[in-house]
């Protein structure tokens, strides 16, 4: 069985700050693939980063970061330089070898970017 | 491109109804699953279709059905309307490349009264 635990149900984030969203997970799927996605108030699940367990390196795209640590089982994701249209859910979310293109979603964590 | 289109957006039923909600996934891609979103539970994953065949189903009653058609559009269907019904329901499409990434729908709101 798969579970995604995010431990912050809300984050609060200046403008202009860089931000880091927690995400843990346990599985005992060999191969698995790690997603972040950002849902704003209209319900749309938009995928920003994506990490295969077997990448060697972080993941990036733009201003989104993923810091991957395989062993503490860990996936968090990096917002540098925040923006007000930043503020939304944010869901870490897993699929593993066996689950086919299931993803298994953490409760997620609503993030406020003040002026 | 077009993105992942959901009908209705909106919808309000009765107990005892029964539901249809339809899902164009973006053009090109095979693979369409659904997800219900609810305030308590979360995002749970209902099923995933690919060419037109159920492959992967989540833990909910027979009341949630679907379907995939030979274009790749999906129907789920909810019978026999329970309140806690009443959720986000999110379709997904994928073209199954090296990610598998799934690019979601604005999803239909459905309120059971």
Known sequence: AQKITQTQPGMFVQEKEAVTLDCTYDTSDPSYGLFWYKQPSSGEMIFLIYQGSYDQQNATEGRYSLNFQKARKSANLVISASQLGDSAMYFCAMRGLNSGYALNFGKGTSLLVTP | ?113
């Open chain 2, 1 to 113: 491109k077009a993105g992942v289109t959901q009908t209705p957006r909106y919808l309000i039923k009765t107990r005892g109804q029964q539901v249809t909600l339809s899902c164009s996934p973006i053009s090109g891609h095979r693979s369409v699953s659904w997800y219900q979103q609810t305030p308590g539970q979360g995002l749970q994953f209902l099923f995933e279709y690919f060419s037109e065949t159920q492959r992967n189903k989540g833990n909910f009653p027979g009341r949630f059905s679907g379907r995939q058609f030979s274009n790749s559009r999906s129907e789920m269907n909810v019978s026999t309307l329970e309140l806690g019904d009443s959720a986000l329901y999110l379709c997904a499409s994928s073209s199954l490349g090296d990610t598998g990434e799934l690019f979601f729908g604005e999803g239909s709101r459905l309120t059971v009264l």
